[in-house]
């Protein structure tokens, strides 16, 4: 893999950074990851040299990039600006990123495209959490936050617990998890409204018919987000028990600033990509083996698929059947994929997309260039 100079991105910073001003900015010894600008701060609508733009994929639709400068937790002491580690970054936003597609960001006003990103799911059990307190997830720079515990007030007491997701930029995650796992609530997660409560369509009044819907409250103990998921416990005034809490993460993501090299070969047929040889050995009728071969003579052989109705239901976002889509050297320098979503096989060929000079970004990861910065995924 190439590595990046030192102009080329940060995700965030924990560096000493000039600024043009009559007093010189100093790193802090305390850190700002996790906290958010001020309500006050001063928003910069556009900054030159940074850019909003869209670019396309593959697939030929747009894709929305955006870029800024975020500094956080700042103060002036005795003439000085004084700004914490990662109270300075630089953010580039990658929307739903779909990987085979050819999903572009922009780092630092270069277009680049996300290749392909390995994945985990960071795990809390048992963990009682106080009104406003929180726990670490993964790494701890994302964190599990109990902003909120509500009681209800129509004649009993059924505690409604709010959980959310805090991450590295001090921002929550767009979901909150609400549960309300009190006993006395006819309970969503016991499936009490599984099969509806057979009512018909009308009009009910209580006391008629035996209704009562007053006293009828429903609430789970289970919330949900996409993958993620929260199961809690008791809920008091005070404390929430998290049976169980999981939310996935980014472990590394490889980037190109290189197009993509798109190839349709038959069985025998050779392509160049970058330093590497491809070589379709084999052809199915939803699968290709193929061979990269490096300048030394390495091979890397690996078949491709299958790709069926089935392996095509949860991608692109299934890891597990888009790795059996994908080869790579042990040394991730370049990428081979199967071109699942446009025709891959057609007329005894088979279509690949390739990619080279990727640029791996661990999470987080030091900088290749200079150990003052680091990437790190803000989902």
């Known amino acids: 893999m190439k590595k990046f100079t030192k102009k080329a991105c940060a995700l965030a910073l924990a560096a000493v950074f000039a600024l043009s001003s009559s007093v010189v900015p100093v790193l802090a010894a305390d850190n700002a990851l996790m906290k958010a600008p001020a309500k006050d701060a001063a928003f910069v609508a556009g900054l030159e040299g940074f850019k909003n733009v869209t670019g396309k994929n593959l697939l030929d639709q747009d894709v929305g990039m955006q870029e800024g400068l975020i500094i956080r937790q700042s103060r002036v002491e005795n003439g000085k600006i004084i700004i914490p580690k990662s109270g300075l970054y630089y953010t580039t936003r990658t929307g739903t990123a779909d990987m085979l597609t050819g999903h572009k960001v922009t780092i630092l006003g270069k277009e680049y495209t996300i290749v392909d990103t390995a994945t985990r799911l960071d795990v809390i059990t048992n963990a009682d959490v106080k009104k406003g307190g929180s726990v670490p997830l993964g790494d701890g720079s994302k964190h599990l936050e109990l902003s909120s515990i509500g009681i209800d007030g129509n004649g009993f007491q059924a505690p409604e617990a709010t959980f959310q ?58 919330a949900i987000s996409g993958q993620s998921y929260l199961v809690a416990g008791e809920v008091t005034a005070e404390v929430a028990h998290v049976k169980e809490f999981a939310t996935g993460a980014i472990v590394y993501s490889l980037l190109s600033d290189k197009p993509a090299v798109e190839m349709k070969l038959g069985k025998g047929e050779k392509a160049t990509l970058g330093d590497y040889t491809v070589t379709v050995t084999d052809i199915t009728k939803d699968s290709v083996s193929v061979e990269l071969t490096s300048k030394d003579g390495k091979v890397t052989q690996k078949t491709l698929g299958p790709l069926t109705e089935d392996t095509m239901k949860y991608l692109p976002a299934d890891e597990v059947t888009r790795n059996s889509l994908v080869v790579r050297p042990e040394n991730d320098t370049v990428q081979v994929q199967l071109d699942a979503f446009r025709e891959p096989f057609k007329d005894g060929k088979v279509a690949l997309v390739g990619y080279t000079d990727l640029v791996k970004f661990e999470n987080p990861g030091t900088w290749a260039s200079d150990p003052r910065f680091i990437s790190r995924p803000d989902t």
């Open 165 to 222: 997701i805090l991450k590295p930029s001090g921002n929550y995650y767009g979901s909150a998890f609400e549960v309300s796992p009190n006993a006395k609530l006819r309970n969503i997660a016991e499936g009490v409204l599984n099969d509806g409560t057979g009512r018909k369509t009308g009009t009910y009044y209580p006391g008629k018919d035996g209704q009562n819907f007053h006293v009828e409250y429903y609430g789970s103990p289970v």
